[in-house]
């Protein structure tokens, strides 16, 4: 698939586990970032990766949440004693990066339900 | 604080009733706008990006226009596979490489 592939699709677990999401993204692509849309809102910058450069983690909602690129592709945002209000679906997008406002083309999410 | 605000947050049209959805924005350095398609279950589908103002792009019955302000999707003769939530998204100045997206506009179009 030419697209960004991103799983679980749909996870479900407890108030307080911990949980992994894993974006793999277009091939080529080395800008990355992960959004969070939750219900009846909009999407919500989370962080941005390029290439080795440090990355903008402005937008994580707390320090329960964190994330990693490993060798300039596959990405994974873990967020730690997770909380209900972390229900949301987490969405992963990729970009070429020769300019900065190539857009940016998005997986279709992972969903996650924190009971 | 750069915003994004999008209108109607809802659309209802018959088949073949042409219409146009609004994005508002407040920016600081404009240095892209960007439109995108999202069906339910899926993550959004890139349509468009608009640069400056004055800028149009077109797209089967989609055209998108730029202006200091504000955006416009105007959508021609709609078919029913239309049907989605458009997203306005800014990328502001500044070296800031993240999307500031609107709510969306939920357009439905009926035979």
């Known amino acids: 698939g030419a697209g960004v592939s991103q799983s679980p699709s749909n996870k479900v677990t407890e108030k307080g586990k911990d949980v992994e999401l894993r974006c793999d993204p277009i091939?080529?692509?080395?800008?990355l970032y992960w959004y969070r849309q939750s219900l009846g809102q909009g999407l919500e910058f989370l962080i941005y990766?390029?290439?080795?450069?440090?990355?903008?983690k402005s937008g994580l909602p707390s320090d329960r949440f964190s994330a990693e690129r490993t060798g300039g592709s596959v990405s994974t945002l873990t967020i730690q004693r997770t909380q209900q209000e972390d229900s949301a679906v987490y969405l992963c997008?990729?970009?070429?990066?020769?300019?900065?406002?190539?857009?940016?083309?998005f997986g279709d999410g992972t969903r996650l339900s924190i009971l | 604080e750069d915003q994004v605000t999008q209108s109607p947050e809802a659309l209802r049209l018959q088949e073949g009733e042409s219409s146009s959805l609004n994005c508002s924005y407040t920016?600081?350095?404009?240095?892209?706008l960007f439109w995108y398609r999202q069906d339910p279950g899926k993550g959004p589908e890139f349509l468009f990006t608009?640069?400056?103002a004055g800028e149009e792009k077109e797209k089967e019955r989609l055209k998108a226009t730029l202006t200091k302000k504000e955006s416009f999707l105007h959508i021609t003769a709609p078919k029913p596979e239309d049907s989605a939530t458009y997203l306005c998204?800014?990328?502001?100045?500044?070296?800031?490489?993240?999307?500031?997206f609107g709510a969306g506009t939920r357009l439905a179009v009926h035979p």
């Open positions: 997008a990729s970009s070429l990066e020769q300019s900065s406002n190539q857009p940016q083309h």
């Open positions: 091939s080529g692509h080395t800008a």
């Open positions: 990766f390029q290439g080795n450069s440090a990355p903008d």
């Open positions: 608009l640069y400056s």
């Open positions: 920016v600081s350095g404009l240095r892209g």
């Open positions: 998204a800014v990328q502001a100045g500044g070296g800031y490489n993240k999307l500031i």
